[in-house]
C-alpha cells in the first residue's frame, strides 16, 4: 500500500519536476537515483558493501561518451555500450571480490575501482585531470533532438523508471529472497542448498550494470564524463545517498540521492565545507539514523500496527 | 644498475611508510575488528601537526613558539592518538554491537571531515615543509651509491619502529595481554584485564602510528589534505594481499610492495600506480586469504 503511494508521488513528481525546477538538474538527480538504487540492491538486499561502485558508474560514462563522441554511436547505442561495460567489469569484479567476506569484501572492492580511475586518467582517449569532454547528443531514433531540454529529460525518465521497475521486480522476486536470506545468515542459505556465491555475483553484476546505466546516461545529459565520477568519493557518495534514504527499502534510495545531491547542489559555493558536511551527516547517520528516512517511516507505522492489533486483542 | 639500487632504495622508502600504516590497521583490526578508513586521514593529520607546529603557531595562536622536526615526532603522535582514542570512546565504542561495516562507514564520515577542514585553510596541491633538520640535509655516501640522508633516517627510524611494535606485541606481558583480547574479549575481561581501555588504547595506538608516519613523510613530500586520500586505498590493498592475521605479515608486505612499486617505477613507470592493485587480483585468485592470513 505505501509502496503504490510512493510509487505514485515518484511518478507525478517526475512527470512535473522539469516544469518547476531546472530540467539538468532533475536529470542529475534522476541519474544519482538510480545509481543509488543500483548499490542498494547490493547492500540493502544481498547486505554486499561495494565502495568501489564510482568504478561502474564513473567507467561506463567514459566507455559512452567515447562511443557517441568518436564512433558516432545514436544515443541509446551509446547508452547500451557503456552500460554493457559496466556489466563486464561488474562480472570480473564480482569474481574477485566475492571470494572475500565482510570488510575484506569492501576493500577489495575499493582497490579495484581505483584501477579504473587510474586508467580514466591516463587512458589516451579520456582526456586526462580534464575528463572526456564534448560528447554529442544526437537524436532520439534519428528523430527527436535531445538537444531539446525536455525531450532529453523524459527520456532519461523513462530510463530511469526501466532501471528502477528491474532492480524492483529483482528484489521482489524469489531470487531477492534468497539474496535476503544470504544477508540475514549466510551459512544457513548455504546449507538450505542455494549457491551462494552464483547468487552473490549475480547480484553483484546486475548491481553494477544499473549502475553503468545511470553513468552512461548522466555522460549523455552532461555531454561529459567526468574524472569525479569515477573517485572513490562517488562511490561513497552513493553509500551516503543509500543510508540517509534508508537502506533496504524500495524508495529510499531515490529519496537519499534527491536528498544528499540536491544538499551538494545548494551548498557548492561553500567549496570545502560541503565535504566536512556530508562527513557530518555520514557520521550521524551512522551513529543514530541507521534506518534512514523511509525506514524510520516504515518502523512508525510498523509500530502503530504492531500497537493496534494488541489493543484489539485486549 | 645505479638506476636500479637507488629505486630499490626509494621503494623500500615507500614501503616503510606502507609497512606502518598496514600495521596500525592490522593492530586496529585485531582488537576492534574495524577497519579504519580514517587512517590516511590520521597521516595526513600527523603531517599537519608537524607543518603547523612550525610554521603557523605564532601567526595562528599567538604563541611565539616553534616546534621543530624532533618535537614533531612526539607531538603528532601524540596528538593524532590522543583525537584516535576520543573518536573511539565516543563514537566506535557505540557501533560495537553493529556490522562491522558500520565501523568502516564511521570512519569514512570522519574522513570526510578532517580532509575538507584542512582543504579550507591548506592548498590542496600542497605545503613545503620546511622544518628538516640541518643533520639529516644533504646525501649519504653509501659506498656504492650517494642516497638523500634524510631518507635514510626515515627508513631506519621506521623500521625500528614497525620491529618494535611486532616485538611488543608478540614477545612482552603486555602483548600476551591484547593477544588474549583479540582471541577471546569475554573470558579476557573475566581475568581481571581492562579489555574496554585496552581497545581504546589500541586504537590510540593505531592512530599515533599513523600520524607518526605523516611526520615522517612531512620533508619528504609535500603536506596537503589529500596526502592520505589515495594512499589509504594502496594500504587496503596491501592489506588485503598480506591479511590481517599477522603482525609481521603486515610489515614485511608492506616493505615488499613497496619495493615492487618502485621496481615497477624503473621498468613501466605507467603501471606504478596500479601494480599492488594488480597483485592483489593475483593473490585474490590464487591465495584468497592473502598470504599471511588464515583460511576462515
Known amino acids: 500500500m505505501m509502496n503504490k503511494v510512493l510509487f505514485a508521488i515518484m511518478l507525478i513528481a517526475g512527470l512535473i519536476a522539469p516544469f518547476l525546477a531546472y530540467p539538468v538538474f532533475v536529470m542529475d538527480l534522476l541519474c544519482f537515483a538510480l545509481f543509488a538504487c543500483a548499490f542498494n540492491l547490493l547492500l540493502g538486499y544481498a547486505g554486499l558493501l561495494s565502495f568501489g561502485h564510482a568504478a561502474f558508474f564513473g567507467g561506463a560514462a567514459y566507455i559512452a561518451g567515447h562511443a557517441l563522441k568518436v564512433w558516432g554511436f545514436p544515443p541509446l547505442l551509446g547508452i547500451l555500450t557503456g552500460t554493457a561495460f559496466a556489466f563486464l567489469i561488474g562480472i570480473v569484479f564480482g569474481f574477485l571480490a566475492i571470494r572475500r567476506q565482510g570488510i575484506y569484501f569492501a576493500m577489495v572492492t575499493l582497490a579495484l575501482a581505483q584501477i579504473i580511475y587510474f586508467l580514466c586518467l591516463q587512458l589516451p582517449f579520456t582526456g586526462g585531470e580534464n575528463g572526456l569532454q564534448g560528447i554529442p547528443r544526437g537524436e532520439l531514433f534519428g528523430l527527436f533532438s535531445l538537444d531539446n531540454e525536455l525531450t532529453m529529460y523524459y527520456l532519461v525518465f523513462a530510463i530511469f523508471l526501466i532501471g528502477f521497475g528491474i532492480i524492483y521486480r529483482t528484489v521482489h522476486s524469489p531470487f531477492g529472497e534468497v539474496l535476503q536470506a544470504i544477508r540475514e545468515n549466510e551459512p544457513r542459505a548455504l546449507s538450505l542448498g542455494y549457491d551462494v556465491d552464483r547468487f552473490k555475483l549475480l547480484a553483484f553484476v546486475l548491481s553494477a550494470t544499473m549502475a553503468g546505466l545511470a553513468g552512461s546516461t548522466k555522460a549523455l545529459v552532461f555531454q561529459f564524463a567526468s574524472l569525479t565520477s569515477a573517485h572513490w568519493q562517488t562511490s561513497g557518495e552513493v553509500v551516503l545517498m543509500t543510508l540517509v534514504g534508508g537502506l533496504g527499502t524500495v524508495f529510499g534510495p531515490v529519496l537519499g540521492a534527491v536528498t544528499v545531491a540536491t544538499l551538494t547542489h545548494e551548498l557548492g559555493s561553500f567549496g570545502s565545507w560541503v565535504q566536512v558536511i556530508l562527513g557530518t551527516i555520514f557520521v550521524i547517520v551512522v551513529l543514530v539514523f541507521r534506518r534512514g528516512i523511509i525506514g524510520e517511516i516504515h518502523h512508525f507505522v510498523e509500530q502503530r500496527k504492531a500497537a493496534r492489533t494488541s489493543a484489539d486483542n485486549d | ?296
Open chain 2, 1 to 296: 644498475m645505479q638506476l636500479i639500487t637507488a629505486q630499490a632504495l626509494l621503494g623500500l622508502n615507500v614501503g616503510v611508510f606502507y609497512a606502518m600504516l598496514s600495521l596500525g590497521l592490522a593492530v586496529i583490526f585485531g582488537l576492534l575488528n574495524i577497519i579504519n578508513f580514517a587512517h590516511g586521514a590520521m597521516y595526513m593529520l600527523g603531517a599537519f601537526v608537524a607543518l603547523i607546529g612550525y610554521s603557523y603557531l605564532e601567526q595562528w595562536f599567538g604563541i611565539s613558539l616553534q616546534i621543530g622536526f624532533w618535537g614533531s615526532l612526539i607531538m603528532a603522535p601524540l596528538v593524532v592518538g590522543l583525537l584516535g582514542i576520543i573518536i573511539e570512546r565516543t563514537m566506535l565504542k557505540r557501533l560495537a554491537n553493529l556490522d562491522h561495516i558500520y565501523g568502516l562507514l564511521l570512519t569514512f564520515g570522519i574522513t570526510l571531515i578532517l580532509q575538507g577542514l584542512f582543504a579550507n585553510y591548506f592548498n590542496v596541491s600542497g605545503t613545503p615543509y620546511p622544518g628538516q633538520p640541518e643533520v639529516l640535509s644533504g646525501v649519504l655516501n653509501l659506498g656504492f651509491m650517494y642516497f638523500p640522508t634524510y631518507r635514510m633516517f626515515a627508513i631506519v627510524f621506521s623500521l625500528v619502529v614497525c620491529f618494535a611494535t611486532w616485538y611488543v606485541i608478540e614477545h612482552t606481558r603486555l602483548g600476551s595481554r591484547l593477544r588474549a583480547g583479540v582471541e577471546n574479549p569475554q573470558l579476557t575481561q573475566a581475568f581481571g584485564l581492562n579489555v574496554p581501555l585496552m581497545v581504546t588504547l589500541t586504537f590510540g595506538f593505531g592512530a599515533a602510528l599513523a600520524g607518526l608516519a605523516g611526520v615522517l613523510a612531512a620533508p619528504i613530500y609535500s603536506v596537503s589534505p589529500l596526502m592520505g586520500a589515495d594512499l589509504i586505498i594502496v594500504v587496503f590493498a596491501v592489506v588485503v594481499i598480506g591479511g590481517m592475521g599477522s603482525i609481521m605479515g603486515a610489515i614485511l608486505t608492506g616493505l615488499a610492495l613497496g619495493l615492487v612499486e618502485g621496481m615497477t617505477k624503473v621498468f613501466y613507470p605507467p603501471a606504478a600506480n596500479t601494480v599492488i592493485f594488480f597483485l592483489m587480483v593475483l593473490v585474490l585468485l590464487f591465495r584468497p586469504a592473502g598470504l599471511f592470513g588464515k583460511e576462515q
